[in-house]
């Protein structure tokens, strides 16, 4: 999968020489990122007004009140009548469920309460003041599917009153894994999302989990589905004058230090004031520039990463983004598996 990644970064660097008039990068000289070049482009809203506007609207949304609908699954008790009970009973398509000595009896749109009394009246041609108690096991019509990076991943009934941290509750809250000998979330929040309807919802998992923002703790529907994808999936490339050259697993907050840390530090010559941030991948860069000597003396901030950025560490000048190219080019073409995976024996 890794020697997939480069293998589609060298086609895009192959394009990008081929049509040097198209593949101009926007050069940065500080790590304060150029906002505008980020803009979300899809299902969410663009501006943060639209976001908060729509947030509030679905915090009004509330479920109707559970009824059984077509392959709920049911258990019936009959009070001192153990004959008479029956467990996981799936409603069928016609929106009955059948029960030993009354027969079929319809539940279906009915709720809870609805379909007790219901059942009870049936049985007391039968028995002298019959007390029944249904209970939901499987509600299909009103559930809500997380799967990803949680703990239990699934289809779980939903309530009336869940919200979106309860979902997550329910599933387990998120998974954990080992990276360089500490326990780390293997979530990743940044990328999550929540689909009702065939539409993403504008929700931030960030802001609800790191932040504790509830506007974005949205009551759940029924048919609710919620992904939490892995942050194995997610990395960062040293290339350059460092001693162990290769893909390193993202972590929450990562900035250039980790990734010059973790890559074992510099070789001999390495141009330490002219580190080289690539984003937004090869065909449509943006370019920073990073002085490693100022963020160790405190005159700048830690460049922060994002996943797909490449970190690289020059040892002669680069004028310009073609300098550029020739230099992180032999490091692609040399790059083994081995060197790929590196992380793969620090615990990721």
């Given at each position: 999968?890794?020697?997939?990644t ?24 500080s ?25 509030r ?14 392959s709920?699954?049911?258990d ?8 008479l ?16 000595l ?32 249904l ?58 999302y929540?689909?009702?309807d ?32 892995s ?118």
């Amino acid at each position: 999968m890794i020697r997939c990644t480069i293998y589609i970064l060298l086609a895009s660097l192959f394009l990008g020489c081929a049509n040097r008039e198209r593949f101009v990068p926007h050069i940065v000289d500080s790590p304060e990122m150029d906002k505008a070049a980020y803009t979300f482009v899809g299902a969410r809203p663009r501006t943060e007004q639209q976001v908060v506007e729509q947030l509030r609207e679905l915090q009004k949304v509330r479920m109707e009140p559970y009824t059984i609908g077509m392959s709920d699954v049911l258990d019936v008790q009959v009070y001192n009548e153990p004959e008479l009970s029956s467990k996981n009973l799936t409603v069928r398509t016609d929106g009955c469920i059948s029960l030993p000595l009354v027969g079929d009896i319809e539940v279906m749109e009915l709720s809870v309460a609805q379909a007790t009394g219901k059942i009870e009246k049936a049985y007391e041609k039968y028995l002298v003041e019959p007390r029944v108690t249904l209970n939901p096991v499987e509600m299909k019509s009103g559930s809500f599917t997380i799967l990803g990076k949680v703990t239990d991943s699934g289809t779980f009934p939903i309530s009336s009153q869940m919200n979106l941290l309860d979902a997550i509750a329910t599933a387990g809250g998120f998974q954990t894994g080992m990276f360089r000998g500490n326990t780390v979330e293997m979530a990743d929040l940044e990328n999550s999302y929540i689909v009702r309807d065939g539409k993403t919802l504008p929700v931030d998992f960030v802001k609800l989990i790191r932040e504790q923002d509830m506007l974005h703790n949205i009551p759940l529907l029924p048919g609710d589905y919620i992904y939490v994808p892995s942050t194995r999936n997610q990395e960062i490339y040293v290339f350059g004058a460092v001693p162990s050259p290769a893909a390193y697993a993202y972590r929450d907050n990562m900035t250039v230090s980790h990734a010059i840390t973790y890559s074992g530090g510099f070789k001999i010559g390495a141009r330490r004031k002219d580190l080289r941030v690539v984003r937004g991948g090869l065909s449509n860069p943006v370019v920073f520039t990073v002085n490693y000597p100022e963020i160790l003396d405190g005159q700048m901030l830690d460049f922060k990463l994002k996943p797909g950025d490449i970190v690289y560490v020059p040892q002669t000048p680069i004028a310009n983004w073609n300098d550029l190219i020739s230099q992180i080019m032999p490091t692609f073409e040399t790059l083994d598996y081995a060197g790929v995976t590196n992380n793969e024996d620090n615990g990721r």
